[in-house]
């Protein structure tokens, strides 16, 4: 398997020309981005995001980089929601 297969960086590259607009291609490199980033920190993207978007509201800005992936740490409930 070559390296840009791992990643999933090459199946999404000639889709990037049909976003829309550029409005939508930076919204998809953005969101890219953020799923790559949590890969490449051993997280589980679908998890992280799941979490931190249900978590940001209540959070308090000074403790912001604790939802980072690097950073992160899954709340016990989320933990269970996730198995069941």
């Not at 800005?61 to 198995?83: G, K, S, V």
Request: net charge positive; charged share 20%.
């Amino acid at each position: 398997m070559n390296a840009s297969r791992k990643s999933g960086g090459a199946l999404g590259r000639k889709s990037w020309l049909f976003c829309g607009s550029d409005r939508g291609g930076r919204r998809a490199a953005a969101m890219y981005s953020l799923i790559v980033t949590a890969k490449m920190n051993g997280v589980e993207p679908q998890a992280w995001l799941a979490d931190v978007l249900s978590r940001i509201a209540a959070h308090p800005a000074h403790r912001l980089d604790e939802l980072l992936p690097w950073n992160w740490r899954p709340q016990p409930q989320a933990i269970t929601t996730l198995a069941a």
